[in-house]
Each structure stands twice: as C-alpha cells, then as structure tokens.
C-alpha cells in the first residue's frame, strides 16, 4: 500500500516535470497539467495486472537506477558511435559481420527489450529478442562479446529489480554461430 | 568560452550525422546499415543537443531538449529492433563479406 502511494506521487512529480518542460515553466496551464499528470499517474492502477508476490515494481526506482547507470551506457554509446563512424568513413570499410545468440538470463517482459535497446548502442553490436535468445548481429566477427553482454543483462536486471534465471533456451551453452536463418 | 564550446559540439554532431549517412549509403546489407543508423545518428543528436542546450535561454528549455533526445533515443531504439525483426522474418541474410 504504502509502496503504491509511493509509485503514484513518484509519476505524478515525474509527469508534472514534463508538464513543466514542455510549457516552459509557465504558470497558465497548471491547474491542466495537474489533472493529466494525476490521471496519468493513477492509471497504471487501473490497467496493471496486480503483482501476486513480494516485490512491488514501481516507476520511479526503476527511472531513479537507470539515470544511476546513465553515465556508463552514455559512454558505451560514444565509443560505439565512434566505432561504426571510422568503419563507415575509412576507405576500406573494415566490416565482418556475423550473427550469434545469446541465451537471456533475464525473465520475459520489457527488461529484454530494453536490454536490446542498449545492446544496439553498443560498440558493434544489434540486437532483436527472439523468445528466450536474444539474436545479436555484430559487425566485427573476431571479437568476442559474450562478456559484455553478460554484464549488461545483470545491469538491466537491476534497473527492472529483477531475478536473473539460468537460461530459458534449449540452445547451446556458449556463443554459437549461426548462419540459418530460423525465424 | 560556452559559445565556442557549444559550437564544437554542434560540429562534432553534424559530423557523426554526417558519418551515419554515409555508413547508410556504403554499407552492403540491411543489418549493418541499422548498425550505422542507430549508432552514429543517436550520437550526432545528443551531441547536437549538448550544443543547444548551453546556448538555451531557459532551464525549461535545456530540460526540453534532453527528453527529445531521450525520446528519440528510445524510438530509435524500438525502430531497430523492429526493422531487424522484419528483415530476420522475410529471411533476409546477413551479408558476410
């Protein structure tokens, strides 16, 4: 309960931030953006499907740890930035690409995708959920990316507040090559 | 001293905007020029919003700035994986050099 009310003021201050962003800071609309901020607040109630155990999840921590970790993925993104620049830029495009799965230890729901998000900002890394895998297409085949993506997935669990769980996918236990193109 | 700060910024923008187009143009499948789209364009725009925001006259304004990168960040995002999916589902395979 407590933690619900909690949830609740945590997206109306959010949602009155963005009120107050887009309106300049102006005072007019205010009594508006207050209504909207609270209706939109209060709908999660209404459409979320009630969490069964323990752990309630609200908005605002999981904002709150993904602007803690803001910095390292703003940082991972410039170096990827500046990586596929120079391969676009140099005369001889330095590309050998190739496709791999990752077997996700993360449950499924938004955290995956959000994980596919970041991976695509990544230094030479793209990335599309496919059930229990997560289909990376890399650019630079000799390199090996199973390290990075393993810290990255337990980054994202604690951005959601979730569990990582030994891996869903019957598939193979390392970075497997693979070149069919199953759907 | 912020003007030309913001000037270099809005350069080095322009220039991974620049460099993502490029890669769009060279690059030989539909997997690697998502590389370059998604990569360098989100950079060029949050470097070019840096260099806005300091010439912002309001904080209002900077904060407006920061969450259309942000949101552009996110569609972009959403978009890529939506584009790769499209392209796995109709069997397009990667080019391998």
Redesign the interface.
């Given at each position: 309960m407590i933690s619900q009310l909690a949830g609740l003021l945590g997206r109306f201050t959010l949602f009155l931030g963005?009120w107050?962003?887009?309106?300049?800071?102006r005072q007019a609309g205010l009594m508006f953006g207050g209504g909207i901020a609270a209706a939109a607040a209060m709908l999660p109630l209404a459409i979320a499907e009630p969490r069964d155990a323990g752990k309630p999840r609200a908005l605002l921590p999981t904002v709150l740890r993904g602007l803690v970790l803001l910095p390292f993925f703003?940082w991972q993104?410039?170096y990827?930035?500046?990586?596929?620049?120079?391969?676009?830029?140099k005369p001889r495009?330095p590309?050998?690409?190739?496709?791999f799965d990752y077997r996700l230890r993360l449950p499924p729901g938004p955290a995956p995708?959000m994980l596919?998000?970041?991976v695509?900002?990544m230094?030479?890394t793209?990335?599309?959920?496919?059930g229990a895998r997560l289909?990376v297409?890399v650019?630079d085949a000799t390199r090996n990316y199973q390290d990075e993506l393993e810290l990255l997935e337990a980054q994202v669990a604690w951005i959601f507040d979730v569990a990582l769980q030994a891996p869903q996918a019957p598939a193979p236990n390392v970075w497997q090559h693979s070149?069919e193109?199953d759907? | 001293m912020i003007v030309s700060l913001s000037i270099a910024l809005l350069l080095a923008g322009v220039?991974?905007f620049f460099?993502?187009t490029?890669?769009l143009l060279?690059?030989?499948?539909v997997?690697?020029r998502?590389?370059?789209l998604?990569?360098?364009d989100?950079?060029?725009l949050?470097l070019i919003v840096l260099g806005l925001m300091l010439r912002a006259e309001?904080?209002?304004?900077a904060?407006?700035l920061l969450?259309i990168w942000l949101l552009v960040?996110?569609a972009s995002?959403?978009a890529?994986?939506l584009v790769?999916?499209w392209a796995?589902?109709r069997?397009i395979?990667?080019?391998?050099?």
């Open positions: 963005i107050w962003l887009l309106t300049d800071g703003l993104s410039l990827g930035g500046i990586d596929v620049a120079v391969r676009a830029l495009m590309l050998a690409p190739s496709v995708v596919a998000s970041l695509s900002l230094p030479g793209l990335a599309t959920v496919s289909r297409h650019l070149t193109q759907v | 220039g991974f460099a993502g490029v890669g060279r690059f030989p499948d997997y690697t998502l590389h370059a998604t990569k360098a989100n950079l060029g949050g309001t904080g209002a304004a904060g407006k969450v960040l996110t995002g959403a890529s994986q790769a999916s796995r589902a069997r395979r990667p080019w391998q050099g």
